[in-house]
């Protein structure tokens, strides 16, 4: 499977979804002008990833800020790693970051997929 490594912007976030090494994240700040154009590659990549995934999969989101049209894709993004077996939610903050505890909150309540709730 072809590895998707895009360095994070002002904009977009760093985004790498490596099967070979078992490394999936998404960190950094997400207000891409097109959510829906920048994330359809990604929801691809999980997608066929569920074809044949990985025995455990522990996905890392690491993110700063996120606006609102990126919390849809990133409520679609869940919903495709709901389909998978065997998938964990690393859902990173900042100590001092109420707002994205509490997103990552109303996302875990939104998916069936366990959440691991981390502080940097």
Do not use: C
């Amino acid at each position: 499977m072809e590895i998707i490594n895009l360095e994070g912007t002002e904009d977009t976030p760093k985004i790498l979804l490596d099967k070979g090494n078992g490394i999936f994240e998404i960190s950094g700040r997400s207000l891409p002008e097109d959510s829906a154009e920048f994330y359809q590659p990604i929801l691809d990549w999980i997608n066929a990833y569920g074809e044949d995934p990985n025995p455990e999969t522990s996905f890392v989101f690491k993110l700063e800020y996120f606006n609102t049209a990126s919390s849809k894709l990133i409520l679609d993004v869940l919903s495709a790693l709901e389909e998978i077996d065997n998938v964990t939610i690393n859902w990173y903050f900042h100590e001092d970051d109420e707002d994205m505890e509490e997103a990552g909150e109303e996302f875990s309540e939104l998916v069936e997929i366990p959440f691991e709730f981390n502080t940097y």
